[in-house]
């Protein structure tokens, strides 16, 4: 039945009538069709709209044919006005030559008996005559003789159906092999043959008779779309209903499908989960069922015990549904865990917000998801496209991600990508140069980024930075909150196993290595490099390079500025590093890299170049952590495994039934 409502469904959208369902669903099928009725009823109709697509393409394919009969007839008649001569028959397209089998003129006129020539009249396409022309004239070796005239408008093909441009043409032949072959080379060029009399008096009856024909063909054919259309236009107004129908018949009938049949008591039993605070209401239901359907016994309804693990059921509304479906796309969580979807709702429109900062953009996302909110009895009584109804469904987050990226868009300070100076720039432009210069330093922008940033020239390195930063420092808190939901869990169903093995080497795996990203994040937001320069001690010393305060009211121009052991300052012209031996020399510390820090941490354990740290003793610190987080991987990959392996065993896994 399914599939004849979708054949109904395209038959309906070929026509282009609009569906609709001016009916109510329950009283339409219930009152007017039973089930047993409705199909049958469903496949009658079935059947005559089947016959009226067949009839309506046989008859259109003869009206076709019969309309390129007309053109035959109406296009050929001069061809054989005008008598061909034995020059016509040896002059080839494209100008080439051959002597044909007939030397001298000769009359078309049947009672010749000296020539007496055969001729083929059909249909063809324009663009494949040229090419019919040139194979003709080399099949029958310039023993032929064609005409032909382009029919001026577009025609159906009657194979087809599609509307293409062809042309009349007429072959003059000698022979009846040349017959053959000229036949089946129309065949092969797709060319519809038609007869066409020789006889001048016998054209104009013919003529007239074709077009009586193509009259009456027209006729019935309108007759046939128009039954069609009101045999359509009916089931179009029913077809939801049906529709309904079916599916809600279908659900019933899969849903017997899982009861099992008691031979015995000749009943059907049902085995199945529901919520605590829902027995009563499917009591009720079970009670209304009966009196309505009339059955003389009534459902019964057991709660049974069991020691299988119920299946997830989480409580949702119109604002947590989508958030929900997020979560259950990765995963649902097991009976009575934490679930992840409450710490959703605002973890992932918050991380949309730091990577979507705008407050433009942000705002146009609220208003727009504002809309959906405020018409949702409207919208959602509708049908809607699949783009709006994904829209509509995660309205909820929408707003919520547009709020952020508002928020977010301040602290960039990005209007549609725009910097918005609302309290006055540290920054001033300096004359004839496309940079700003760092004024009034000691008094921080109040609220977000300072919009001098949008015009210096390292703009897009400062805000990578800063974005990237804020993005790992929010991506490892989501982690380890995560994390200690599962050590909440844990603890409810005193699983130790979790605890020990899964929960604290993970946190201490991602403390020891993430965690510490996070904290060169904030020593290195904190330090003021321009106070920060490196003392290089004198070669013949063995000491090793340290970091230390700048000295006040010196220059530090690269390598220029130079201390003896003693401290006393030195500034060789053009920075040119002295050869004596008794004298180091100290110069600013760049920023250190983070992302070297760490690659250094790895590659060489323990030691910390002077370029890369960012605190006395980082060195020692860094190997502590990296052996850290080299014994808790064993303990995180190895034992829980093999404990869960044993238990498999063991047997002892529970589960749920369906």
């Known amino acids: 039945m399914e599939r004849i409502l979708r054949f109904f469904k395209d038959q309906i959208t070929k026509v282009g009538i609009t569906m609709g369902n001016q009916f109510d669903p329950i009283r339409d099928n219930v009152q007017k069709f ?3 009725e409705l199909e049958m009823h469903l496949e009658e109709l079935e059947k005559e709209i089947a016959n009226l697509n067949t009839n309506q393409e046989t008859l259109s394919r003869n009206h076709n044919e019969v309309e390129e009969l007309k053109h035959v007839l109406q296009k050929a008649a001069q061809f054989f006005g005008s008598a061909p001569t034995a020059s016509d028959l040896v002059g080839a397209p494209g100008g080439e030559q051959q002597t044909g089998l007939l030397d001298d003129t000769f009359d078309t006129n049947p009672s010749s008996k000296s020539t007496r020539l055969g001729s083929i009249t059909g249909v063809i396409m324009t663009d494949k005559l040229f090419q019919f022309e040139r194979v ?54 797709s060319a519809n043959r038609y007869p066409f009399p020789e006889n001048p008096s016998e054209q104009g009856p013919m003529l007239q008779e074709v077009e009586t024909r193509l009259a009456d063909l027209r006729t ?128 992932f429109p918050f991380l949309f917000g730091i990577m979507f900062g705008d407050v433009g953009h942000g705002i146009l996302m609220t208003l727009f998801a504002s809309y959906l909110i405020f018409n949702e009895k409207k919208l959602g009584a509708i049908k809607l496209n699949e783009l709006v109804e994904t829209c509509f469904e995660g309205r909820y987050i929408i707003i919520l991600m547009g709020v952020f990226a508002i928020y977010t868009g301040a602290i960039y300070n990005e209007v549609f990508s725009v910097p918005f100076d609302l309290f006055g720039s540290n920054y001033e432009e300096v004359p004839n140069n496309d940079y ?94 321009n106070a920060t320069c490196v003392y290089v001690p004198p070669k013949a010393s063995d000491a090793a390079s340290m970091i230390v305060s700048c000295l006040p009211d010196a220059r530090y121009s690269g390598n220029g500025t130079y201390v003896n052991e003693a401290g006393t300052l030195f500034v060789e012209p053009g920075g040119l590093i002295p050869n004596s031996k008794d004298l180091g020399y100290i110069y600013k510390q760049p920023p250190a890299s983070i992302l070297n820090t760490l690659i250094q941490m790895f590659m060489s354990i323990g030691s910390v170049s002077v370029e890369n740290q960012f605190y006395a003793g980082q060195g020692g610190v860094q190997l502590v952590l990296v052996l850290i987080a080299v014994i808790m991987l064993p303990i995180l990959l190895l034992p829980k495994p093999c404990m869960l392996r044993a238990e498999a065993a063991a047997g002892n896994v529970s589960g749920h039934g369906h």
């Open 34 to 36: 039973n089930f047993n």
């Open 436 to 529: 700003k210069q760092v004024i009034n330093v000691g008094e921080p922008y109040p609220f977000g980024v300072d919009p001098g940033w949008a015009y210096t020239p390292n703009k897009l390195n400062f805000f990578n930075s800063l974005k990237m930063k804020m993005s790992i420092f929010f991506g490892v808190s989501q982690m380890l909150m995560g994390n200690f939901c599962k050590l909440s869990n844990g603890i409810h169903f005193q699983n130790k196993k979790d605890i020990f093995f899964e929960f604290i080497p993970e946190v201490v795996f991602m403390t020891a290595l993430f965690g510490y990203l996070n904290v060169l994040i904030f020593i290195k937001w904190g330090t003021d490099f």
């Open 136 to 189: 003709l004239f080399r099949a029958t070796r310039g023993n032929m003789f064609l005409r032909s005239t382009p029919i001026p408008e577009p025609i159906a093909d009657p194979h087809t159906g599609e509307k293409v441009q062809k042309s009349v043409f007429v072959v003059f032949f000698s022979g009846e092999r040349a017959q053959q072959r000229i036949g089946k080379l129309s065949d092969s060029f």
């Open 220 to 347: 019935v054919i309108d007759r046939t779309l128009d039954h069609r259309y009101v045999i359509l236009n009916k089931i179009a107004m029913s077809l939801e209903s049906w529709a309904t129908m079916v599916s809600r018949e279908k659900a019933i009938y899969h849903s017997l499908n899982m009861f099992d049949h008691d031979v015995k008591r000749k009943c059907l039993i049902a085995e199945g989960w529901c919520p605590t605070e829902s027995v009563e209401a499917v009591q009720d239901c079970l009670t209304r069922a009966t009196q309505t359907s009339g059955a003389s016994v009534p459902s019964v309804l057991n709660v049974l015990n069991t020691h299988d693990t119920p299946p997830t059921h989480f409580k949702t509304n119109k604002f947590t549904i989508a958030f929900q479906e997020i979560v259950d796309a990765y995963g649902i969580a097991r009976y009575r865990e934490y679930n992840p979807a409450v710490f959703t709702c605002i973890t």
